[in-house]
């Protein structure tokens, strides 16, 4: 089976630092992209950064661009999401997701897990 499990959420103040893990089963990071999309209170989704580890790529959205780093631990099969200096506005759940290329709607990709909940105090 392919699973993708999210972890590492949690309640920060504005300013501080999580760090998100998307621990893949199933298949290789080098098999697919993994991308981390959020969902907002709202219910809009954005898709806030992907990699490839076939070439090393990343993507991000101007949104986090500067403030998350996307990186893959192809030894754990693991892919990681470090957010820093959070604002109330990054509150939303997060979820790591795997396909075949960085597109930017969840129904792109082929498998996703439940996520994880990040909420930023101000």
């Known amino acids: 089976d392919v699973q993708l499990q999210a972890s590492g959420g949690g309640l920060v103040q504005a300013g501080g630092n999580l760090r998100l893990s998307c621990a893949a089963s199933?298949?290789?990071?080098?098999?697919?992209?993994i991308a981390w999309f959020r969902q907002f209170p709202g219910m809009k989704r954005e898709r806030d950064s992907c990699t490839s580890s076939n070439d090393g790529s990343t993507e991000y959205a101007d949104s986090v661009k500067g403030r998350f780093t996307i990186s893959a631990d192809s030894t754990l099969n693991t892919v990681n999401l470090q957010m820093n200096s959070l604002k109330p506005e990054d509150t939303a759940r997060y979820f790591c997701?795997?396909?075949?290329?960085?597109?930017?709607?969840?129904?792109?990709?082929?498998?996703w897990g439940y996520g994880t909940q990040v909420t930023v105090s101000s």
């Open positions: 199933g298949f290789t990071l080098e098999e697919h992209v």
């Open positions: 997701v795997g396909g075949s290329r960085c597109g930017d709607y969840m129904a792109e990709y082929k498998s």
